[in-house]
């Protein structure tokens, strides 16, 4: 599982993708929460991270399958993954080590926007007046957030060999199970407890209850499920392909 960890991240870092996703990803949101006028931290009346935090879901949204859709489209393509099956590792090896370096560079990413944060913290009228509570619950939200796309993302990729497919497959999927099911909910005529429960299959509800700095075990454990799911989805397509 180490090696194949390691291979990716070799392989992501040995091309200028990787580098430009990353680099896109930092520019994207530092215009929305800098310099745009009506998203910028500067035009607050409070320090607050608040719109950072409502922003770069939908930024992973698109980030995490440009990450992830080359883990098993390429080797498909290539057939290099029938190589990968003759070595002494277990397919759950496989895919783990894959979903750990794309799990690895979101977090890569996702490390220098804590430069926003020293900075809001410094420029408050009172330097530390910021919720740091909350902040802290966001981003073990981003993170969590950050695994559940990445097990979407490399179970789309092992669907397909065309790494666009498993693109725009992963960014429907992402999409889907982070708001879809809160739209789902406003707009079915069921009982209330129905909607309940259709919102919370839904990511948002439990990104944004963490989001608030309240670190409910059920969301976590929610967080695990989904993300447990995605992996033994990704098993499950990668045993049928043996068939």
């Known amino acids: 599982m180490l090696s194949i960890f390691i291979k990716e991240l070799n392989t992501f870092f040995s091309s200028l993708i990787g580098y430009i996703t990353m680099g896109v990803f930092l520019l994207v949101t530092g215009l929305f929460n800098w310099v745009f006028p009506d998203t910028s931290l500067l035009s607050y009346q409070y320090a607050s991270l608040d719109y950072f935090f409502d922003t770069v879901p939908w930024i992973l949204i698109f980030l995490v399958p440009a990450i992830s859709m080359r883990s098993f489209a390429e080797e498909i393509s290539t ?12 397919d759950m090896q496989i895919i783990l080590g894959k979903f750990l370096a794309v799990f690895a560079l979101v977090l890569i990413c996702l490390l220098p926007t804590l430069i926003y944060y020293f900075s809001v913290y410094q420029l408050g009228a009172e330097v530390g007046n910021i919720d740091t509570g909350a902040t802290n619950g966001s981003y073990i939200g981003l993170i969590l957030l950050g695994a559940a796309f990445s097990a979407i993302g490399v179970f789309t990729s092992s669907l397909t060999s ?5 693109f725009l497959l992963a960014v429907f999927l992402c999409f889907f199970c982070y708001i879809g099911f809160d739209y789902l909910s406003r707009v079915s005529q069921f009982y209330a407890w129905i909607d309940d429960v259709i919102e919370n299959i839904g990511i948002f ?30 098993k499950t397509s990668l045993e049928l392909r043996k068939i």
């Open 162 to 166: 065309n790494q666009i497919v498993a």
């Open 205 to 234: 509800s439990h990104y944004d209850s963490i989001s608030r700095g309240v670190l409910d075990t059920r969301d976590l454990v929610y967080f695990l499920t989904f993300t447990t799911f995605f992996i033994l989805m990704t």
């Open 79 to 90: 057939g290099t993954i029938e190589l990968l099956a003759t070595r002494p590792l277990s």
